[in-house]
Every structure is written in structure tokens, then in C-alpha cells.
């Protein structure tokens, strides 16, 4: 054995240490050294932001100043001037209908596509499959969407509605997915012993064990949707309180209505939040993220 | 699981299917939307998309003008997310119950939070558009806005859950609130933080797009001018810039998350 070695000098290999000989008493942890590099890069790129920018016709000071009498106008004096209050919740409405049907039927065709999505419950290629075009879908802005399905079909709800399907399809199949993939091995492989086939399974084993999840998830979808709805009506003209407010500040420039439907959005948007956080807090998926 | 709590999960179910139906059906008709006839769209839609927007070899030539407009949107997120998250991370630690200062402090940081967080990005960027003008200033301010208020929210929630009981030991040793926060807090709330920030400025390159379509800044911009102007060929490779630089940081996120988590 003395042979082997050759006599080499022993090396306390495990034992690090500094260039200055000392010994090295912060862990080469992998985990601090990629948050260093994050945040440096972030911040090199933050600063480098402000450099590309295309500042023309900026003039910061008077823009700021004006912002803050526009905010005071809008915030401390909405009023409506081009439709009624009746209108408006009309607007509203149609906003809020956009949302629910975007993701009520978002929920269903999700639902099916995620058993072939997750892991456990489908072959390795279909579930491939599904993933890759899911993840496609997901990367095209929802307005893109919507605008082309805009051409496609005419604008109008169906278009909105089509155009929202998709990335609610797209978001909720890899939420569902994830969920089923947490469902315990051994219930399935139980059921599965017992005989059962996958319709079973399916039916007694992974939906009611993840079915509080998926209800969270759509719910936090509607959320979602809603402020889409909003920014269709808004960007696509695809109707309800966006499409006022979009006319509201880019044709009429009408301060006061335009603080008015902030207002009437950002109600719908706090009662939303609040029934979810009860959802949330009811059900305790703590996996669950917005 | 007797027979009376099947029945009773069945009846709550039932009744569950019925309100859901009966919202959609109001929604359907508050909306005029008709679901036979989008299902009848949809296979002609679906063959426009396939027939018309393909990349032909003409627009290739407007790439440069393309890239250089998208990179304008990353940027534009980049900056807005990590802006944003440095004051949310002041207002988060002024929000959550563990480290909060004082309750106003408290409840004024979880205010402006929701309020920003709320509205949506569409109006802000509506609102800063009449004084901002056409430029990249007022995209960035639309996005650091709604960014603010979803961060401070997921960062309350982060520091809530960062263990209390390291917070308490450095209370005994009497160590000041910059210590506490600084060796016991940040540390053990940075890599959910992190990922939280990343988590955003994946999803601000997508909204981007939308305030660039509303403000007329990088390739929402792009893609509108396009768009009105029929050039669906060059909207395609628009969209495909969008989706590639999309799962780029997507993947490159992921990586630093496994990493981090």
C-alpha cells in the first residue's frame, strides 16, 4: 500500500481553503453563488434598461406634475358624463360574462386535457405532447390571441371569448396536471389492483383527492380572466368596461369617467380577491399560487 | 362514508352544477355570446391561421427592426420587475406581521399594495399615457405599478412564512431591527423572493406586449402597426419573436429555480 501512494505528501483535500491559506468557513454553497449571480444580473440589466429606452417628447417634470392633477381629478372626482349608470353596469356585466365563460369552459376542456397531460395517468408521449403545445399556447400573449382570432372569426364575443379560451386552457391544463401528478402513488396503485380501470380511477381516486385544488385554481383563473376582459375590451375593442375606458381616456379625454371606471374595476377586482382568499383559506391548498 | 353523507356530498354537488350552469347561461346572455356558433367558427378560424399567417421570406428583412423593438420590451420588464421589487421589499416588510414596525405602516403598505395590484394594467397605462406620451417611460411605469402590488403581496406572504423562531432567538440576543431583518428574514425569505421576481418578469414580457399595444412602446407597438396594416406575415414572425424569447426565460428560470428552491 506504502508503495502505491508513493509516499506523496498527504492532502487534506476536505479541508477548503482560502488563496491565503486560511481556512474557508463559508460553505461553496451552489444555492448562494446562483442567488449572487441573479441578483447581480438583474441589477446590471436594470441600469443598462434605462439606457435603451426611447424617451422622445418626454418632458419628465411637467409629465409628472400633470400625472398628479390627473390622478387627483380622476380619483377624487369620478363622475360618468357619456352613459348612464345603467350602462355601466351593463359594461360591467359583459366584462365579468367574458370572464366566466372564458374560464368555465376553459375549466372543462382543461380538465380533459390534463388527465392526458399528467404523467400518471396517461402515456409518456401523450403527455409529451400535450405539454409541448400547452407551453406554446401559453407563450402567446393573450391578446395576440384574441386579435387574431379577431380576424379569423370578426370581432365580437366569440372572438374575445375564443381568444381567453385559449390561454385559460393553456394555463389551467399545466395547473390540473401538476395537481393530479401529486395524488399519492399508492391510491392509484390500489385501484388499480383492485381492478379497476382508468375511467375509475380517474373518477374515484384522483378527482375527489385533488378536487378542492382544482376549484382553487380555476378561481384564481377568473381572477385572471377578469383583468384579460378588461384588456380585451380595452386593446381588441372587444367590448364591456375596458373599451369605455379605453374610450373614456383616448377619445373623449374625460378625467372623471375614466376615475369612475377605475373605480367600478377595482371593486370587482377586491370582491374577487376576497372570496378567493376565502376559498384559499378554506380549502388550505398551500401549493395553490396565484 | 354512510349512505346519508353520500346523498348529502351528491345533493351539494348537484346544486353546485346548477349555479354554475345558471351563471353561464346569464353570462352567454349578457355577453350575446352563442356557443354553437363559436364552436362553428372555430375550424374556420383555425384554417385562416393556418393559411395566412406564415413567415414569408420578405419579412425577414424587417428582423432587425423587430429585435430591436423587443429588446426594448425585456428590457422594459427587466427593469420594471426588479424596480419594483426593491420597494416592495420595504413594503412587504412593513406588511407582514412578523417584522411590521407599527399597524399603520402595516395597514398603508397592504393598501397600496391592493390598490395597484387591483387595477389593472390596462388602466394604468391608459391613466399614464395621457401625461407620459408615446414612449418607453410610460410602459415601464404601467408595468412597475401593477408589478409593486403583486410582489409586496407575495412577499408579505413569503416573510409570514420564513420561521419565527429565528426572528425571536436574535430578539433575546437584543439585536436591532436592521439585524433582525437582515440576518434572520432576507436569508431565509431570498430564494422564494427570487423566484417570485422571476416569476414576474415572465409574466410582465407577456403583459409588455399588451401596454406596448396600448402605449405605443416596443413590440405591442410593433405588432399593432403590423396588424393594422394587414402585414400578417410580419405579425406572425412578431408572435414568434415574442414566443421564443417567452420559453427562453422561461427555461433560464427554471434553471435558476431548481437551483434556488
Not at chain 1, 134 to 163: D, H, Y
Not at chain 2, 111 to 137: C, D, E, K, T, Y
Request: overall charge positive; glycine content about 6%; hydrophobic content about 55%.
Amino acid at each position: 500500500m506504502e508503495a502505491i501512494r508513493g509516499g506523496a505528501e498527504p492532502k487534506q483535500s476536505y479541508i477548503k481553503r482560502t488563496r491565503t491559506g486560511r481556512i474557508n468557513i463559508k460553505a461553496g454553497n451552489k444555492v448562494e453563488l446562483v442567488t449572487k449571480w441573479t441578483i447581480a444580473m438583474l441589477s446590471v440589466l436594470t441600469v443598462m434598461a434605462f439606457f435603451f429606452f426611447n424617451y422622445t417628447g418626454l418632458q419628465l417634470e411637467r409629465a409628472i406634475t400633470e400625472t398628479a392633477y390627473n390622478l387627483k381629478t380622476m380619483f377624487l372626482e369620478p363622475s360618468l358624463s357619456h352613459f348612464s349608470w345603467g350602462e355601466a353596469f351593463h359594461q360591467i356585466g359583459i366584462t365579468v360574462g367574458l370572464g366566466v365563460l372564458a374560464t368555465v369552459i376553459g375549466a372543462i376542456i382543461a380538465l380533459l386535457l390534463a388527465f392526458l397531460a399528467a404523467e400518471n395517468l396517461s402515456k409518456p408521449w401523450i403527455s409529451k405532447a400535450v405539454r409541448v403545445v400547452v407551453a406554446f399556447i401559453r407563450a402567446v400573449p393573450t391578446v395576440l390571441w384574441v386579435l387574431i382570432f379577431a380576424i379569423a372569426a370578426g370581432l365580437g364575443s366569440e372572438a374575445a371569448v375564443l381568444g381567453m379560451l385559449f390561454h385559460s386552457i393553456a394555463y389551467l391544463v399545466k395547473a390540473f396536471s401538476e395537481s393530479f401528478e401529486e395524488v399519492d402513488s399508492g391510491i392509484l396503485e390500489a385501484m388499480r389492483a383492485t381492478g379497476s380501470n382508468w375511467w375509475h380511477v380517474v373518477t374515484h381516486g384522483v378527482l375527489p383527492s385533488t378536487f378542492t385544488y382544482l376549484l382553487s385554481w380555476t378561481f384564481l383563473r377568473f381572477e385572471i380572466n377578469f383583468g384579460v376582459a378588461v384588456a380585451m375590451g380595452a386593446a381588441a375593442g372587444a367590448g364591456g368596461i375596458g373599451f369605455e375606458l379605453f374610450m373614456a381616456s383616448g377619445f373623449y379625454f374625460d378625467l372623471r369617467e375614466v376615475g369612475f371606471i377605475t373605480y367600478a374595476i377595482l371593486v370587482i377586482a377586491i370582491i374577487l380577491e376576497i372570496v378567493s382568499t376565502r376559498l384559499k383559506n378554506r380549502y388550505f391548498p398551500a401549493a395553490v399560487r396565484n | 362514508m354512510n349512505e346519508k353523507a353520500i346523498r348529502r356530498s351528491r345533493w351539494i354537488t348537484t346544486v353546485f352544477l346548477i349555479i354554475i350552469i345558471g351563471i353561464t347561461y346569464l353570462s352567454a346572455a349578457i355577453t350575446e355570446f352563442n356557443f354553437f356558433d363559436s364552436i362553428a367558427t372555430l375550424p374556420k378560424a383555425l384554417g385562416w391561421i393556418f393559411e395566412n399567417l406564415w413567415i414569408t421570406p420578405e419579412t425577414w428583412e424587417r428582423l432587425p427592426i423587430i429585435l430591436e423593438k423587443l429588446n426594448e420590451t425585456i428590457f422594459m420588464s427587466i427593469a420594471a420587475t426588479t424596480l419594483a421589487a426593491i420597494i416592495s421589499l420595504f413594503l412587504g416588510l412593513m406588511g407582514s406581521k412578523t417584522t411590521k414596525v407599527n399597524n399603520v405602516f402595516s395597514v398603508i403598505a397592504r393598501l397600496i399594495a391592493s390598490f395597484s395590484r387591483n387595477i389593472p394594467v390596462v388602466a394604468w397605462s391608459l391613466i399614464l399615457l395621457i401625461s407620459f406620451g408615446q414612449n418607453s417611460l410610460t410602459g415601464f411605469l404601467a408595468l412597475f405599478v401593477g408589478t409593486l402590488g403583486f410582489l409586496t403581496r407575495a412577499f408579505i406572504e413569503s416573510i409570514d412564512e420564513a420561521s419565527q423562531s429565528a426572528v425571536e432567538a436574535l430578539q433575546a440576543t437584543g439585536a436591532t431591527y436592521a439585524q433582525i431583518v437582515n440576518k434572520a428574514v432576507i436569508p431565509q425569505s431570498l430564494p422564494q423572493m427570487l423566484s417570485w421576481i422571476l416569476f414576474m418578469i415572465e409574466t410582465n414580457i407577456r403583459s409588455a406586449t399588451l401596454v406596448g399595444i396600448l402605449t405605443g412602446t416596443g413590440i405591442g407597438y410593433t405588432f399593432d402597426l403590423y396588424y393594422k396594416s394587414l402585414n400578417y406575415n410580419a405579425v406572425t414572425l412578431v408572435t414568434f419573436t415574442i414566443v421564443i424569447t417567452v420559453i427562453i426565460i422561461e427555461l433560464i428560470s427554471n434553471r435558476i429555480r431548481k437551483v434556488i428552491l
